[in-house]
């Protein structure tokens, strides 16, 4: 059951990945993301893909959502925390 009232918006997590050879050249990005209503599980991913990723790869997740526009868009409500790669593994910030 969710905490939710019918009236709020519901919110999402937006994740993102870029990969090394993408973070010099935005318009040619190289990484993943995707959107799940879980938290946690968006974390983890960007966590995941950190730890297989090479030194200098970075990513967020962000709460979003859908927009009430009609647009297919969501609406950004803030970070939750970002995470990046270098020689001695990943670190995450929230």
């Not at 990005?29 to 970075?58: F, M, N, Y």
């Not at 969501?74 to 001695?88: K, N, S």
């Amino acid at each position: 059951m969710s905490d939710r009232r019918p009236w709020e918006p519901q919110a999402l997590y937006s994740w993102d990945v870029l990969f090394p050879d993408s973070a010099e050249a935005e318009s040619a990005a190289h990484g993943v993301g995707g959107v799940t209503d879980d938290r946690s599980e968006a974390i983890t991913v960007v966590r995941d893909e950190l730890s297989r990723a090479g030194a200098g790869a970075h990513g967020s997740v962000r709460k979003v959502t859908p927009s009430r526009t009609g647009n297919l868009e969501y609406v950004d409500l803030g970070l939750v925390g970002v995470g990046y790669r270098d020689d001695h593994g990943v670190r995450w910030l929230e």
